[in-house]
C-alpha cells in the first residue's frame, strides 16, 4: 500500500512539472524551486539572451555567402515533438552566389539551435542529433572525419563533425553543446564554394559566437 502511494505521488509530481513547462517561463523557474526534480541533472540559469543572438553570421563563411534574406526562422519557444521538446529554437540557413548549373549541384548550409530546460535533455538530444546526422542514405553511405580537417572544439561540452562525399560534392554536418543548448551546422558543398579549411573557420565561428553570450 505504502509502495502504491509512492508511486501516485511521483506520477502526479511528474505531471505538475509538466504542466509548469507548458505554461511559462517563470511557471517553470517556480516548478524546479517547488519540488524535487525527477532529472538528475542541475537546470541551466535563467540568461537575459536571445536565441537568435546565437547564430552565426555571414562573417564566418567565404567571400560570396550570404544569409537568407528573411533572416532567423523559429526564434522563440519550440513546438511540442514527443520529449524532444525544446525551449527555444532557431535556424538560419546560407548559401553562395554562384550558378548552380556550372557545378552541377545545389549548395547550401544551415545552423540550428535549441535550448533546452534541463542539462539532461541537452545532453540526451545532443546524442540523438549526433546519430540522425550521420544517418546513411541511398546517396551518402558513408560518414568519417576528413583527413585534412583538424579542428577540435575545446570549448563546447560535446562536439562532433564528419563528412561524406560522392564525387564532388561533400556533405558535411557538425553537433556541438554547449551547457544547455544544442547547435547543429549542416552544408552541401563543392570545392567552388567552400574548402575544408572555409569549414574550420566556420566551426571556430560557432564556438566563439556561443562561448561569448555564455560564459559569465
Same mark, same amino acid.
Given at each position: 500500500?505504502?509502495?502504491?502511494?509512492?508511486?501516485?505521488?511521483?506520477?502526479?509530481?511528474?505531471?505538475?512539472?509538466?504542466?509548469?513547462?507548458?505554461?511559462?517561463?517563470?511557471?517553470?523557474?517556480?516548478?524546479?524551486?517547488?519540488?524535487?526534480?525527477?532529472?538528475?541533472?542541475?537546470?541551466?540559469?535563467?540568461?537575459?539572451?536571445?536565441?537568435?543572438?546565437?547564430?552565426?553570421?555571414?562573417?564566418?563563411?567565404?567571400?560570396?555567402?550570404?544569409?537568407?534574406?528573411? !533572416?532567423?526562422? !523559429?526564434?522563440?519557444?519550440?513546438?511540442?515533438?514527443?520529449?524532444?521538446?525544446?525551449?527555444?529554437?532557431?535556424?538560419?540557413? *546560407?548559401?553562395?552566389?554562384?550558378?548552380?548549373?556550372?557545378?552541377?549541384?545545389?549548395? !547550401?548550409?544551415?545552423?540550428?539551435?535549441?535550448?533546452?530546460?534541463?542539462?539532461?535533455?541537452?545532453?540526451?538530444?545532443?546524442?540523438?542529433?549526433?546519430?540522425?546526422?550521420?544517418?546513411?542514405?541511398?546517396? *551518402?553511405?558513408?560518414?568519417?572525419?576528413?583527413?585534412?580537417?583538424?579542428?577540435?572544439?575545446?570549448?563546447?561540452?560535446?562536439?562532433? *563533425?564528419?563528412?561524406?562525399?560522392?564525387?564532388?560534392?561533400?556533405?558535411?554536418?557538425?553537433?556541438?553543446?554547449?551547457?544547455?543548448?544544442?547547435?547543429? *551546422?549542416?552544408?552541401?558543398?563543392?570545392?567552388?564554394?567552400?574548402?575544408?579549411?572555409?569549414?574550420?573557420?566556420?566551426?571556430?565561428?560557432?564556438?566563439?559566437?556561443?562561448?561569448?553570450?555564455?560564459?559569465?
Amino acid at each position: 500500500m505504502i509502495r502504491n502511494k509512492k508511486m501516485v505521488s511521483i506520477v502526479l509530481l511528474m505531471i505538475v512539472c509538466g504542466l509548469c513547462v507548458f505554461v511559462s517561463k517563470s511557471t517553470w523557474a517556480r516548478c524546479v524551486k517547488h519540488f524535487p526534480r525527477v532529472d538528475s541533472n542541475p537546470c541551466p540559469p535563467e540568461r537575459n539572451i536571445k536565441v537568435k543572438d546565437l547564430l552565426i553570421d555571414e562573417s564566418a563563411f567565404p567571400a560570396g555567402w550570404r544569409a537568407n534574406a528573411l !533572416g532567423p526562422a !523559429g526564434t522563440g519557444p519550440a513546438p511540442m515533438i514527443g520529449l524532444r521538446r525544446a525551449r527555444e529554437e532557431t535556424s538560419l540557413g *546560407f548559401s553562395p552566389i554562384t550558378d548552380t548549373s556550372k557545378i552541377g549541384t545545389t549548395t !547550401g548550409a544551415g545552423q540550428f539551435i535549441d535550448r533546452y530546460y534541463t542539462f539532461g535533455q541537452a545532453i540526451s538530444n545532443y546524442r540523438l542529433e549526433k546519430e540522425a546526422a550521420i544517418r546513411p542514405t541511398l546517396v *551518402f553511405t558513408f560518414w568519417e572525419v576528413p583527413e585534412n580537417i583538424h579542428y577540435k572544439s575545446k570549448l563546447a561540452d560535446e562536439f562532433y *563533425f564528419a563528412c561524406t562525399k560522392k564525387e564532388r560534392i561533400s556533405k558535411c554536418t557538425a553537433v556541438a553543446r554547449y551547457n544547455e543548448y544544442v547547435t547543429k *551546422f549542416n552544408v552541401t558543398m563543392t570545392p567552388e564554394v567552400m574548402s575544408y579549411k572555409d569549414l574550420e573557420k566556420v566551426f571556430k565561428a560557432i564556438d566563439e559566437r556561443m562561448v561569448k553570450y555564455l560564459v559569465d
